[in-house]
């Protein structure tokens, strides 16, 4: 769909010039949606084709692990804290 917006704008923006008396509102109209529309897709393909997704995934993976053993850690001083109590009864 991105696609077929940039090439419909851009041929648009074309015609848009070429009619007289030139419409320069429908020139900007398709100018704003095609830049657009290459910015959407340039999106697209860094995070689909150019590794953006799996560096997403990365990142998640590690905070998730982070969590996981900052959870661990929390745990494990919280049982320490329980045992140096009940040795000190």
């Known amino acids: 769909m991105t696609g077929a917006l940039t090439v419909y704008s ?3 923006m074309r015609y848009s010039l ?7 509102l429908l020139f900007a109209c398709h100018f704003i949606n095609c830049g ?3 910015t959407q ?5 860094q995070y689909n084709k150019w590794g953006g997704r799996e560096e997403a995934l990365k990142l998640q993976a590690e905070g998730g692990l982070k969590s996981a ?3 661990v850690e929390a745990d494990a001083k919280a049982f320490a804290d329980k045992a ?3 040795i000190s009864k």
């Open 10 to 12: 851009a041929t648009f």
């Open 18 to 24: 070429a009619v007289t008396p030139k419409n320069y």
């Open 36 to 38: 657009s529309q290459i």
């Open 41 to 45: 897709g340039y999106r697209w393909m």
């Open 69 to 71: 053993v900052g959870k």
């Open 84 to 86: 140096k109590n009940v």
